[in-house]
């Protein structure tokens, strides 16, 4: 629709612009807003100096991979684009964290935080509610229809992974989207996920798997005010940071997504105990019904948390362990530490890759394919084929492994997919992200 205006409805709008900048500046310094990181790769976290976030739940579309789009509610960063997660709201231990949530949707709608204690709604204790008829209406205090507000307030008293969703009808209303993640940081400091000394990674090696579901019928029929029958739920899209791949492995913010900020490539640089001694740290949402076992090909992580409980016994003893394929149960976060190690340091001269590398013609060459079998060697590819290999990097496949869940309502290789993307030791020559 084309968007015009009369000029005196214009004049208007200028109007009110002056006067919300005369007000602000005479009212002295505006709250400052949450800042969310621009970061292109890894966690773009949304922090705030006072640890305040006002999130507005409100409608929006996404673009999903098959072509489609959808309607979705979600949580968004007050005067931002609708986004869908919400937005990955990052804290330290100990803050009091305060969340003012304004709801423009057209039913009651909550915030719960699992995990957190003594929540707190509008300065009292956080209680479900109930009707006249004594059933319940919502786990937690809710904001009223169409621009009711409520605010919660809570201390992030340990560190971890957390969820944040409605409690209000969640089969309805967790499924639209109303859902983000929580990051407490340790007392110990930033680079750690927990406060113990081996839960230390590298910083720039941060990312998220936020894993969800959508019926495409529950969300056409709230878009459309129709009844829907929750007993005939069926997943038809399953979604990684609130895409499909390949749009997984775009960028944060890439701009044709402009409503699904967060990439879900795992940029990482191979294990050195010397220059990379720290491993990567990857933190697992699963706010769907189903579980998941995700994992990187040809890796086993080290399991280190789970719903926001470092791995240890009562005496502090590691508990951690190994694991392929990570089963994330349904309303589960798991902290999982990665490394990858060059194992065989193959090298062209030194020590050449045991097998015989077929001629050109009985090659194919996929769209990652630097040409080289090497890390960090960019080889001769034939002519016509294109690579999207920026610096001999490689690439492997990170995914669901419930493989009918790789699925865009039929369209296969374009769900629960992204890359764990293995740049050469540092220094090299591949661009900063
Ligand atoms: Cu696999």
Request: with cysteine; hydrophobic share 35%.
């Amino acid at each position: 629709m084309k968007y015009s205006k009369t000029p005196w409805k214009r004049l208007g709008s200028i109007i009110a612009i002056l006067v919300l900048l005369v007000t602000s500046f005479s009212s002295g310094q505006p709250a400052a807003a949450a800042n969310q990181s621009v970061q292109k790769v890894g966690i773009a976290c949304t922090t705030d100096p006072t640890n305040t976030f006002t999130l507005n739940a409100q409608s929006g579309h996404i673009l999903l991979p098959d072509g489609n789009t959808m309607y979705m509610w979600s949580y968004s960063l007050d005067g931002k684009a609708f986004q869908y997660p919400g937005p990955v709201l990052c804290v330290n231990e100990g803050a009091v964290v305060t969340v003012i949530l304004n709801n423009s949707l057209p039913e009651p709608v909550s915030i719960m935080f699992p995990g957190q204690e003594d929540v707190q709604a509008d300065g009292s204790d956080a209680q479900p509610e109930f009707d006249g008829s004594n059933n319940l209406g919502s786990l937690t205090k809710s904001a009223a229809a169409n621009n009711g507000s409520v605010t919660y307030q809570f201390t992030a008293s340990r560190p971890g992974t957390f969820i944040y969703e409605s409690g209000t009808n969640p089969k309805k209303q967790v499924a639209m989207g109303l859902t983000g993640a929580l990051i407490v940081r340790p007392a110990l400091g930033a680079k750690y996920a927990y406060n113990r000394a081996d839960s230390q990674f590298t910083p720039s090696e941060e990312f998220l798997v936020f894993l969800s579901e959508i019926d495409p019928y529950q969300h056409m029929a709230v878009e459309q005010g129709k009844d829907y029958d929750i007993s005939g739920y069926h997943t038809h899209y399953w979604l990684l940071n609130g895409r499909g791949f390949p749009d997984t492995i775009a960028d944060n913010f890439a701009t044709w997504l402009p409503n699904q900020p967060y990439g879900a490539l795992a940029l990482i640089h191979p294990y050195d105990i010397v220059n990379h001694p720290y491993p990567a740290l990857i933190r697992y949402v699963n706010v769907g019904t189903e579980d998941i076992p995700f994992h990187p090909h040809g890796n086993n992580g080290l399991v280190i948390g789970r719903d926001g409980f470092a791995l240890e016994g009562s005496g502090g003893q590691d508990l951690s362990f190994e694991k392929f394929a990570i089963n994330i149960g349904a309303g589960q976060t798991w902290d999982v530490l990665s490394k990858w190690y060059d194992a065989e340091s193959y090298d062209e001269q030194i020590n050449p890759v045991p097998v015989t590398i077929p001629d050109v013609a009985n090659q194919t060459f996929g769209m990652f394919y630097s040409g080289s079998p090497y890390l960090g060697k960019l080889g001769t590819l034939p002519p016509g084929v294109n690579t999207l290999n920026q610096c001999g990097e490689y690439y492997i496949i990170s995914h669901n492994h419930a493989l009918f869940q790789l699925d865009a309502w039929g369209m296969t290789m374009a769900g629960q997919i992204t890359y764990l993307r293995i740049d050469p030791p540092l220094p090299n020559n591949c661009p900063v992200p």
